[in-house]
């Protein structure tokens, strides 16, 4: 009898996807890593190679059915991000279509629940309001509406089967190897640049990258997760305070001074506020911890 105890993870090589392995390897499970191309991982991981997501025609051909029969638990983690530009072609072929056929792929090979790695930018860049899993979502642009028609392509896909389904939705993502405004804003404070940015009163969600790995492990793990999760920490922080910790990390001290509003928009971007962004990313209200084991 084939030993169906396996987790596969596309993505492997990626920011998140990363992190999911490390934290796999930790919890001592039988882990697949779905790899472009062979590279080397962590001891007691098989590597998989899947080949290249935007090439719809050999997508999955070998690599992951090679290896299906042997997984419980898919978990989607590879995509396209939003620093990769706006593309709608490519976001539909790697976000959504790719989505779309690991999960037929998953039902044809019997896996028990698909974790599809979605993002709170699905709910729009600029709310007002609390945001929860319940809320209205409101892409706003063409990456958020990939990831959203992902979710959507893949709640039909396993639609009336006996595969589970698990949509987690990262709030902006804070951790080593991250790429994006986090990494150029610590690189501001190690030089000791002075940020514009005392005056400024919002709050925004972050996630570390260890606790989403770990939210993401345990919905793959636990008995019966929720459809939908949120994964932020559940207290927002506001910009000056995110860079008065990130400095404490570092040792220095935050050069923070006020700047008239209409002199930030060129300072925002450090930050994130501009199209390629999301400026508001929600928190979870159920912590890591209330995810049943």
Known sequence: MTDQSGIFVTGAGGFIGRAIIDQAVLENRRIFAGLRQFKPVPAGVTAVEIGDLGTIGDLFGGGFQDVAGQCDVVIHAAGLAH?????????????????????????????????????????????????????????????AASKWAAEQAVCAALAGTATQLCVIRPAAVIGPGGAGNIPRLIGLIRRGVPLPFAAIDNRRAFVALSDVAALIMRAATCAAPPACVMAAHPVPISTPDLIRALASGLGRNPRLFRCPPILLSGAARLLGRSERTPEFCCWMNRPPGRIPR
């Open 83 to 143: 620093r990769y530009g706006p593309d709608p072609a490519a976001l539909n072929r790697v976000n959504v279509e790719a989505a779309r056929r690991l999960a037929l792929l998953s039902v044809r090979h019997g896996v028990r629940r698909f974790i599809l790695i979605s993002s709170a930018s699905v709910y729009g860049k600029s709310r007002a309001d609390i945001l929860s899993e319940r809320s209205e979502v409101a892409p706003d642009d063409d990456y």
